[in-house]
């Protein structure tokens, strides 16, 4: 979703209304612009964040969130018949608590790892990140096993 657009629409309105200024008003508010830009962007990514949240809780199943790609967000919609939890939750208690919102900045190669796992798990980044949290979380520390490794912590 390009946001140009809007944030051009936001700079012809303060240009406008500095129409009936001095000069030296106008050129503050288009320098007031350009500094402000990272910052209307940044808000206009969290609406569009809040915006996904919402529809989510309001869709059963489908999780719509929004992804980066640069510098301007891309919406991300899993239908529930693509949504796989391939482990049921580790203490059912938890979802009975309901959700917290978390924002985390990471380096942009932990992300493209983090959504590489993710989609050979078959998973969204999200759930790939719960069920993270989820073992590294848990009280429970027993190594797992498989034919061809050994999984635990120690």
Excluded: C, F
């Amino acid at each position: 979703m390009q946001l140009n657009s809007y944030l051009s629409s936001v700079a012809y309105d303060l240009d406008r209304a500095t129409q009936l200024a001095d000069d030296a008003t106008r050129d503050v508010a288009r320098r007031l612009v350009t500094v402000l830009e990272p910052g209307l962007r940044m808000a206009m990514v969290q609406l569009l964040s809040d915006a996904a949240a919402q529809l989510t809780s309001e869709l059963s199943g489908t999780v719509v969130t929004i992804r980066m790609d640069g510098r301007e967000p891309v919406w991300h919609v899993v239908a529930p018949e693509a949504h796989v939890t391939p482990h049921p939750p580790a203490d059912a208690a938890e979802d009975e608590e309901g959700t917290a919102r978390v924002t985390v900045r990471l380096p942009e190669a932990v992300k493209r790892r983090a959504e590489a796992a993710a989609q050979s798990a078959g998973q969204s980044l999200n759930t790939w990140i719960i069920h993270a949290l989820r073992r590294a979380t848990s009280t429970d520390k027993t190594p797992t096993s498989s034919s061809r490794r050994i999984t635990g912590w120690a």
